[in-house]
Structures are given as C-alpha cells and as structure tokens.
C-alpha cells in the first residue's frame, strides 16, 4: 500500500477533496505513485488527513472518473497504468504559455490590442454601456424563452436584421432562409467545404491572400492554387491558366487583402462567367463590409450574381468584435435547404444570447450608426498614421497602399519583416509582416499597420520606435 504525504490548506477557498485529488494526480503524473500501487483505503487517507471519509470518496472517484485509477471494490483502489512519454516531453506542454497557430498574424490571444495590430475594432470607441444593456437583456430573454432546441441555421431575428442590412449596405437581395448564422468566418467556410463536397478539389486563391484561409482550405482537403492579383483584383486568366479545373475560388473583391484594392467590374464578371461556365463555387470573403473608408463601399459581388454560384460570407468581427465569433453565409436559393440540413448535423449557429444582442443592435439601428461614427474615426486615424510614417519613418518605410482599416508598408531596408515584427512586439507594437500573405517568390517584404486603435497622443513616438526596429538589418 502506498504511503501517501499530502499537505491540506484549510485556509484555501478550493474543497478539502480537490486538494487531496490534485495532490494524488500529481505524484501519480510525476512518477511519484507507480502504476498498479494500490492507493490507502479511504478510512486510512481520511484519518491521516483528519477529514471525512466522503471527502476522500469524492477524490478517488474523481481519479477514478479521469482513469487514473481503478477501483476493485472492496480489493482496494490501484494506479492505472501510463503510456510510456519521449524524453522531454511529459506533461509539461499542457501548462506551457498558449500561442497562436500563426504568431506572425495572432500573435496572442484575449489579450489587450496594442498600437498598429489588425483585425481588431476601436476599443475606445465601442459603445460598452449601450452594448453591456443589449446583452443583460439578451440574456434574460433567452432564459425566459421556452426550453427547446434553437434553429440551428440562427436566430430567426437575426437572420432577417442581416438579410435587410445586406439589401441596404451591400446590394444583396436574399430572404432569410437564404442566411445562416456561422461561427465566424471560419465557421462558414468549414460549412460551404462540407455541404458542397469540395474535399480533394481544387481551389483558386488570391496570391497575396489572408494566410489562415489558405491554410483553412488546405485542412479541409482541397488543393490550394495561388492566383496572382494585379491593381484590377483576382488575374481570372491567370487562374484558368493554372488551375482550368478548379471547383471553388475564394476572393475579397470588396477591398482585397491585404492590398486593399477593389475587384473592377470586368474582372467580377469574368469571374462569374468562369464560375457559371465550369460549374464552379465562389466564396465572396467579404471581411470589411461596408466599413470603405475613402466613398461608398462597392456592391457586394453577390449582388451580381445570377446564377447562383456565389456564396458570401460575412461577420461582426471587425465592426462589432471577434470576440463574438459570429459571422453568416448567404446561399443560393436553392441551396438554402441542403445547407441547412448540413449545419443542423454539423455546424448549428452559436449561442442564442449573441445572436439576440446582436439583432437588436441591428434592429434598433445601433449598428449602422455605430459604423458611421467609426469610419469617421478610422478614416481620421489613418490620416494621422500617414502623417506620421511620412514624418518619423520614411527613410525605412514606404506607404504602399491604404487597405481598408490598415496602412501596407514597404520595407526600404534589407530587414526580415517577420524579424522586425517579431522585435516590435516585445518593444509593444503589433505589426503584421507581409510576406507571410504571398505564397509566390519574390514575396513583398513589408508590414501591415492596423489604425483602428492608435493612439495619437503618442503616435509619433511609436512611429519612431518601429523606425527604428525596422532600421536593424540583421
């Protein structure tokens, strides 16, 4: 029988029994309990620790719950055998820091968004009183709603508000049996692979493109070509070169990322002729909105579509927050019910109290007031940051294009853009390199400057600071 030390802290707020399995799981993991020792008996381990036997019962079942141990009735309780672990490995990951899949784009997550990081909305700006009601609210309709299982392709009120916005904003006339709400982007990509059997197909993609969406797409199966972009969008001969038989292209033709140019006319027509022609699929990544910072947002693609091959995708991530994990698909009409039956199996819409806060942030016309007031403030932001790079940064960086709520930049100097953004987040800035978005040599060496929460207090000065990482060439 093994002797166990385990040392209580009555003065903690964690349960007598927690201390006692956490101690237990630890010498256990740790090789301090051999496999097969059996464990005291509960009346022994209770007296030694001066606690009821049903404390030491609610250990052991937990151990025994997790199979690290075996009970045997009245034979005793015995340390379940452990695979064997390499050298150097054990356990020891699990408790390691969480990094992101991709650091060059995230490079931590829910932590605050420091100067020049992308993707993320206004965090002094955003209407957390307003919105922190909205979702009280939220809450307590949903659990006063009747007990039963929600729509799984969304909330109903939520798939008319978008519907309706979309008439308005983007141009698209869709019903809301046309609307499914998503996990995010992510979540709707993941749908449209499913539901339209694209694994081991081929895929056009924009070369510069978003890299966690071609990684997406190679996950999912599907053979990714990069197709070159040009000031016009997406080269559609260039793709019909390298990929005649491709089933599906993704593209951002409202403003391209991360070059930020807008897909011309010519080219979305030739897109959907190549689509309708070959019986191909587009997703339109349509990750901005309506949030163009410089005139009127272009329709959407979707709205030009007549024969049904586009899928547009949608979320609240930068206008709202990515937080949320929210997002919508809206599919051809006659592909509303397949789908649906797809995400009801799969991929039903996520929680109802989001989605009910952010109907009503819709409905009551909170939304489109609250893009209003931001691309007043982001288009001002960006002014500010140009200045600034003009003034503190020119001689290593050079403004290459403005792309929706960012500032692409070149580097002038022979630095690694990977390495310079890397320096600049342990001095407090996030910077996105560049070449990580091309998957075709030579790549642009480069950083892309989020402006949605610069602070232009000290703007100048963080401009100096990324002057300066950028100035190191080795």
């Known amino acids: 029988m093994t002797s166990l030390s385990i040392g209580l802290d009555r003065a903690k707020k964690t349960p007598l029994a927690t201390q006692i399995y956490g101690a237990i799981r630890a010498a256990i993991e740790s090789g301090q309990i051999p496999a097969d020792a059996k464990l005291p008996s509960w009346r022994d381990l209770a007296a030694q620790l001066g606690v009821s036997r049903g404390t030491v ?30 050298a150097g490995s054990g356990r020891a990951h699990a408790h390691s820091p969480d990094t992101s899949p991709i650091p060059e784009l995230f490079p931590t997550f829910g932590a605050k968004p420091v100067p020049f990081q992308m993707g993320v909305p206004a965090q002094d700006a955003f209407p957390y009183k ?37 008439g308005i904003a983007r141009g698209i006339r869709c019903s809301p049996s046309q609307v499914l709400v998503t996990a995010g982007f992510a979540g709707a990509l993941g749908l449209v692979v499913r539901t339209l059997a694209l694994e081991g197909e081929q895929a056009w993609f924009e070369d510069p493109g978003f890299p966690l969406t071609r ?17 016009d969008g997406l080269d559609v001969d260039a793709g019909i070169r390298m990929a005649p038989g491709a089933r ?75 937080a949320l994990r929210l997002g919508f698909l809206v599919v051809p009409p006659e592909l509303a019910r397949r789908f649906g039956d797809v995400a009801a199996c799969l991929a039903p819409a996520p929680g109802a109290p989001i989605q009910r806060a952010v109907a009503d942030f819709l409905q009551e ?3 489109l007031r609250h893009l209003r007031r931001m691309k007043r403030l982001y288009a001002a932001r960006r002014e500010a940051l140009l200045r600034c790079l003009r003034k503190e940064a020119a001689d290593v960086l050079a403004v290459q294009a403005t792309a929706g709520m960012a500032v692409v930049t070149r580097l002038r100097t022979d630095a690694s853009d990977v390495d310079v953004a890397a320096r600049a987040l342990q001095a407090g800035l996030a910077p996105v390199p560049l070449s990580p978005w091309y998957v075709h ?23 100096r600071r990324l002057a300066g990482l950028a100035a190191i060439t080795k």
């Open 365 to 367: 016309g909170h939304y």
């Open 248 to 322: 599906l292209a993704v593209v951002t033709p409202g403003q391209q990322a991360p070059l930020g140019m807008t897909m011309t006319l010519a080219r979305r027509r030739a897109l959907l002729d190549w689509a309708g022609a070959n019986g191909a699929w587009i997703v339109e990544d349509d990750y901005l909105s309506e949030l163009q910072l410089e005139g009127r947002a272009a329709p959407a693609l979707a709205s030009l579509d007549q024969g049904g091959r586009v899928l547009h995708i949608g979320t609240f991530s930068k206008t709202i927050s990515p």
């Open 441 to 463: 040599t030579p790549a642009a060496r480069g950083l892309l400057l989020g402006v949605t929460n610069v602070d232009e207090r000290r703007l100048a000065a963080d401009c």
């Open 130 to 166: 307003l919105w922190s009601r909205m979702m009280v609210s939220a809450a307590r309709h949903t659990a006063a709603s009747p007990v039963g299982y929600p729509d799984p392709r969304g909330d109903p009120d939520l798939r008319r508000e978008v519907a309706a916005y979309l």
């Open 215 to 231: 990684t997406a797409l190679s996950l999912a199966g599907m053979a990714v070509t990069a197709v070159p972009v040009d000031a």
């Open 57 to 86: 019962r609610i250990a052991y079942e937990r151990l025994v719950d997790e199979q690290l141990a075996t009970s045997y009735g009245a034979a005793g309780t015995r340390v379940n055998g452990r695979p064997a672990t390499p």
